[in-house]
């Protein structure tokens, strides 16, 4: 049983329970994404009229399970008539991450900071320019704290330069924590490595997996890097290499660059560049590329799952939940693997109806090469 309430001005109604109904209504969470709620209301319900873009916030709770699925606020509603004269309302949410696009922030030159202080100067900006307390957010934990982080900031929204600036170089994910229905200053912010838990429960053919698709994507794969360093000056736009300043452009000499040829022996020549504004060494880039290559030069795994969420039923211990890594296993297509919960969408009125994404793991040349003789054995 899901709980729908809203909130205006201080006031909580409760749009769908024992008594109220929606029409229909859909969760769909991810993993460093603004989460989502879609819902159709009828004029019946006691909130069709209640509703105010980007002024209502919308929470569902899983009353089984005492836990808040989403919390966030109406984004846009349409109002439709069919031909029988049936009127209702379609409503889009967002979740409370998405109030960072509330915000702009100012230009910052380039600087050093460490992953907390960034996170600090983000939200402390978001915080001063929001009009409510309840768009206001906290900093919660931070984790690798001893990294380096080398960025301007270009008046970009909040959200998006921690997506730019932070998430897209440094890697990890954040989420929104949620406290209450209107908690003071809104949300707490984490900053994790990987958010989620390594599970026991398979998700198995004859089990709980309905349907299974495996994706290899190789499209982004870097077979060759070429490192650059830090500017030579603020004036230049010439960025140290392995064989100094000045040799960029000199592509055909193999000591610019860093091969695997291993992938390419699979995939051929596919050349990238990484920088890193901070390294002013050559010996320090070579290292740190070379790491870069033996971290990145995988290919993307998918799997598409449709499974049966038999926590529902009392005979799993652990729930299919974002971020949490589950074994997988299907002998007639050769899979035996663990992969991660991506996304997952969940229908209020019928929770049968709930789905899973599982996938985004990168693979070695060796470890695809194992999982093809498994294929053919």
């Known amino acids: 049983m899901y709980i729908v309430s809203i909130v205006n001005d201080g006031v909580t109604t409760e749009i769908h329970n024992e008594v109220e109904k929606l029409d229909s209504g859909s969760v769909v969470k991810g993993i460093n994404t603004i989460d989502s709620f879609t819902f159709t209301i009828n004029p019946m319900n006691v909130g069709f009229n209640l509703l105010r873009d980007l002024k209502t916030y919308v929470k569902v709770k899983n009353a089984n399970k005492n836990r808040t699925e989403f919390f966030g606020r109406a984004l846009n509603t ?104 209107v908690y003071p200053f809104g949300c707490k912010i984490d900053y994790v490595k990987q958010i989620g838990e390594v599970k026991t429960t398979k998700i198995e053919l004859s089990r709980n997996m309905k349907a299974i698709t495996r994706e290899r994507d190789p499209s982004d794969i870097v077979t060759r890097l070429i490192p650059l360093g830090a500017k030579e000056s603020d004036s230049s736009e010439k960025r140290l290499t392995l064989l100094g300043y000045g040799h960029e452009e000199d592509l055909s000499n193999s ?48 799997y598409s799952v449709t499974t049966l969420d038999l926590s529902l039923l009392g005979l799993d211990i652990d729930d299919f939940e974002v971020g949490n890594t589950h074994p997988i296993v299907n002998p007639l297509l050769g899979i035996e693997d663990t992969a991660r919960i991506i996304k997952k969408t969940i229908d209020i009125l019928d929770e049968t109806k709930n789905t899973i994404e599982i996938g985004d793991k990168f693979k070695t040349m060796s470890e695809l090469q194992r999982d093809q003789r498994r294929e053919s054995s």
């Open 255 to 302: 000591e610019l660059y860093i091969d695997d040829v291993k992938a390419q022996e699979k995939y051929g020549v596919r050349v990238g560049y990484q920088i890193w504004d901070d390294v002013h060494d050559v010996d320090i880039l070579r290292t740190k590329a070379t790491q870069w290559m033996a971290n990145n030069s995988r290919v993307l795994v998918k």
């Open 78 to 181: 349409s109002v439709e008539m069919e031909a029988d004269g049936m009127i209702s309302k379609t409503v889009v949410c967002e979740s409370i991450l998405g109030l960072l696009h509330d915000s702009q922030q100012p230009y910052v030159d380039e600087r050093t900071w460490t992953v907390d202080s960034f996170l600090y100067h983000i939200i402390s900006a978001h915080n001063e320019q929001v009009d409510e307390d309840v768009k206001k957010f906290i900093l919660g934990t931070v984790e690798g704290n001893d990294e380096s982080l080398h960025c301007g900031i270009q008046r970009e929204s909040s959200f998006k330069t921690l997506q730019d600036k932070l998430i897209d170089i440094n890697g990890g994910e954040i989420r929104a924590r949620f406290q209450g229905f």
